[in-house]
Structure formats: structure tokens, C-alpha cells
């Protein structure tokens, strides 16, 4: 629900904040009240919302983005991040060129957040960031579904990454564990270590670059920056797709992997086919695989899909 009446006449200086409480944690607005006394103490004019959910947080990003601001900041996590770029991109093309985003870290994955240098723990700092107010033109990827008869076709945005398959399973079900574990690192682990028991490859077929991929497929990623570790030398701004293509694991090369994605060197192990793109991917059948965006399960999502990238198209606050 609104905390204050928003009015038509904003002044370029007020944040538009939308504060999105972790899932599944205690005493979780012990964290925005700090955060709260630190925007006091440092004079930031803003008004806030506060989600009632991730999906709620599209509209209310749209809501502000159409009343005016000029500087929008979640408290969030990526997929709130994610749902808020969307809402943004909805309001029009006055919008997103008036609009900067920022974040301050407060969900269970803070990707996007963790790859420009934000800490989870020193929001403080952040909050200095933002008030500098640093810019820097990030690059959008999209996923465009083919349109159906009569209708426009459906696109969504992304900051970080596209994953389909295994690590969107993980996404999915991490969101059901979260009822168990109070921790992200443990609801994390413990969703990998659930779906080591499930039927794990699906056969998909895309096509990157020049290579036509039709075989059984476990996950791939699609990074415009690091990709929870899948696309580590994506950057976000030079207009370019990372892909990493994972399949046909053994057991033990599923563990082996999943210890070199935490050591950072999951394109080394010999199931990775890595790529780089400016062009198009065309995703013609996933397999009925999961498809995730930015951590943000798409449960719309269908085939066929084509994904590519809008290069420096939104201005995002960075460290100073």
C-alpha cells in the first residue's frame, strides 16, 4: 500500500523507493527501519511503497515511473530488480530515458547488485552511492515470444540473465524451501542438492551464432553479466550475449561443476560449450525445461523465443 501520497509534480531530486521485504524471514523490516534512518540522516527526499510481493512490484515500478521520478531505488533483490525494469519499460519511452534505477541489496540473490561492487551488509555505502548519483547506460537483453494471431508479441527484459532448464528449476524450487530455511545460502544449496534426485536433461534445440544446438540439454545461460557464475566475463554494457550451454553431466561431473561454479571456473569444465554473441539467439524448443529471468521464474514463457540485447538502453546508479 502507498506510505504517501504521490502527486503529479515530483521534483527531479525525490526517490521513488519500492521496498521489497525478504521472503520467508524474520523480523525483515528491522533492516528498512536502518535503512530508513540513514535516508533521514543524509537528507534524501523520497517516497516509498512497500510490495506485497515480487509481483506486485511491476506495477507499482510503472505507477512511479509514470508519476514523474527521476530516480527509482529497490530494496530488493534481482528478481525485484528484474520486475522493476519491466514496470519501468511499460511506462513508455519518456520514461525510461527520464529514469535512472538503483538498488540497495536485500533479497536472497543479489547478482546484478554484487557485479558493479554493492555489499548486502554495508547498505550505509550504497546509500552514499546513490545520493552521488553516478550513471552509467546499461545494456537490456529481451525475450520476444512469437505473437499470437491478433496480438501483440509478449516481451520481457533482463538485466543479468536468462537460465532455462536445471538452475530455473533450482529458482522455482528454492522459493518452496524458503519455508524451511531461513537463510538464502542454505535455501539455495538445498535446492541444488533436491534436484540432483530429478530427471535433470531436457531436449532443446537453439541456435547461437552459427551453431545449430538439437540434443539433450541440462541448462543453459544466456548473461548480460555474470549469470550466478554460468556467463563470468559477461559485462553489461559492451552489447554482447554470454551463453554457456551445459549437457549430458555424469553424476560426478555434476558435482565436479557445481565446485568450479563456486570456485569461478565453470567455463573450464569440459560440459560447458561456452559462446559469445551480438546477434539474436533463437530458442526454437526448450523441452519443456523452466525458463527464468533474472532469478524470476517465467511461467509464460513458450516456444518459440528469440533473445538479444539493447545495448547502453537504461541508465543505472553505480559506485563512485
Known amino acids: 500500500m502507498w506510505r504517501k501520497t504521490i502527486t503529479m509534480a515530483i521534483e527531479d531530486s525525490r526517490w521513488g523507493i519500492i521496498y521489497c521485504p525478504k521472503e520467508g524471514i524474520r523480523r525483515t523490516h528491522k533492516h528498512w527501519e536502518a535503512i530508513r534512518d ?16 515480487v509481483d506486485s512490484v511491476e506495477r507499482l515500478a510503472g505507477m512511479l515511473a509514470s508519476n514523474g521520478y527521476s530516480t527509482l531505488v529497490i ?15 511499460s511506462a ?3 520514461a525510461r530515458r527520464r529514469i535512472a534505477v538503483g538498488v540497495i541489496p536485500n533479497g536472497w540473490a543479489n ?15 550504497t546509500i552514499d552511492w546513490l545520493v552521488n548519483r553516478r550513471l552509467r547506460k546499461v545494456d537490456v537483453g529481451y525475450c520476444r515470444l512469437q505473437a499470437e494471431e491478433g496480438k501483440e508479441p509478449v516481451v520481457r527484459y533482463f538485466l543479468n540473465c536468462v537460465n532455462v532448464g536445471l538452475v ?8 518452496a524451501t524458503r519455508r524451511f530455511w531461513h537463510t538464502s545460502s542454505l535455501s539455495f544449496f538445498s535446492s541444488a542438492f533436491l534436484l540432483l534426485f530429478h530427471r535433470m536433461e531436457s531436449k532443446m534445440h537453439l541456435k547461437v551464432n552459427m551453431d545449430d544446438i538439437n540434443r539433450r540439454i541440462m541448462t543453459v545461460c544466456i548473461g548480460s553479466a555474470r549469470g550466478y557464475g554460468q556467463t563470468p ?9 554470454d551463453v554457456s550451454v551445459v549437457s549430458h553431466p555424469q553424476m560426478t561431473q555434476l558435482l565436479e561443476g557445481l565446485w568450479m561454479l563456486i570456485g569461478g571456473r565453470f567455463l573450464n569444465h569440459k560440459n560447458v560449450k561456452a559462446y559469445r554473441t551480438r546477434g539474436k539467439i533463437q530458442f526454437f524448443d526448450n523441452g519443456k525445461a523452466r ?6 521464474v517465467w511461467r509464460e514463457a513458450r516456444m518459440p523465443m528469440e533473445i538479444g540485447i539493447r545495448q547502453e538502453w537504461i541508465d ?3 559506485p563512485s
Open 316 to 318: 543505472f546508479i553505480i
Open 75 to 89: 530494496v530488493g533483490g534481482d528478481a525485484a530488480l528484474n520486475r522493476a525494469l519491466n514496470g519501468v519499460l
Open 291 to 296: 525458463v527464468s529471468l533474472d532469478g524470476c
Open 111 to 125: 547478482d546484478f547488485a554484487h557485479f558493479w561492487g554493492f555489499d548486502d551488509d554495508d547498505y550505509k555505502q
Open 38 to 53: 540513514y535516508l533521514q540522516e543524509k537528507q534524501v527526499a523520497y517516497d516509498f511503497v512497500q510490495s506485497e510481493g
Open 92 to 94: 513508455g519511452e519518456e
Open 168 to 175: 530455473a528449476d533450482i529458482m522455482n524450487l528454492r522459493r
Open 233 to 241: 566475463g559477461a559485462v553489461p554494457y559492451n552489447g554482447m550475449l
